[in-house]
């Protein structure tokens, strides 16, 4: 699933986490409502957070924004590791909704500093550079998950050694070691 704040968790396999769905056809449907509930929270909210930018600015519209998807991000919200049940995941998706205002505002932004004749590629730009940070963002959580991966392999083997170590020089050998086989 794809939505425009970029997100490609996969509510089905989410769904099938929070054992809510009694028949495995019945995980979509219940997806279906996980996934909108972010896009429903942005349409009962989009004007107001217009009607808040016109007031105070686009900037604290957008740093909002912002701080939402990175608190969103960092604490994995969006990706139901803290969600315990179905509703709790549609209700933080709905809350992530409401409080992410800032694409209005970024388009609006692009209309403005762009010329007139301009601004159908200054619009297609939000949607394009939104579309390169998707790519890189995937690309580079695949790479920096091998990179911990081999990390932890790295500083596993180490203390495994280091314990080895410490152990040979206490006097113990392999035999003292715990079989994995059962006698």
């Known amino acids: 699933m794809h ?5 490609e968790a996969n509510p089905r396999s989410k769904i099938t986490d929070l054992h809510i769905a009694k028949r495995e056809e019945d995980i979509g449907y219940y997806a279906g409502y996980v996934g909108s509930a972010f896009m429903f929270g ?8 217009g009607v808040v930018a016109d007031r105070y600015g686009r900037n ?7 701080i939402t998807v990175l608190v969103s991000r960092l604490g994995y919200f969006q990706h139901f590791s803290v969600c315990v049940n179905f509703w709790m995941a549609v209700s933080t998706r709905f809350l ?3 409080l992410n205002g800032f694409l209005g505002q970024f388009k609006a932004y692009a209309a403005e500093i762009f010329r007139e004749e301009h601004q159908a590629v200054g619009l297609s730009t939000v949607s394009t550079a939104w579309g390169i940070g998707l790519i890189i963002r995937l690309a580079l959580g695949g790479f920096l998950a091998q990179v911990y991966a081999l990390g932890g392999f790295i500083i596993l083997r180490w203390a495994w050694a280091r314990s080895n ?16 086989a059962k006698d």
């Open 3 to 7: 939505t425009e704040d970029g997100d």
């Open 42 to 49: 942005r349409a009962l909210t989009s004007v107001s957070w």
């Open 60 to 66: 604290p519209v957008i740093i909002m924004g912002t």
């Open 96 to 98: 992530l909704g409401t």
């Open 165 to 180: 170590k410490r152990r040979k020089e206490k006097g113990g050998s392999d035999e003292d070691l715990p079989s994995l």
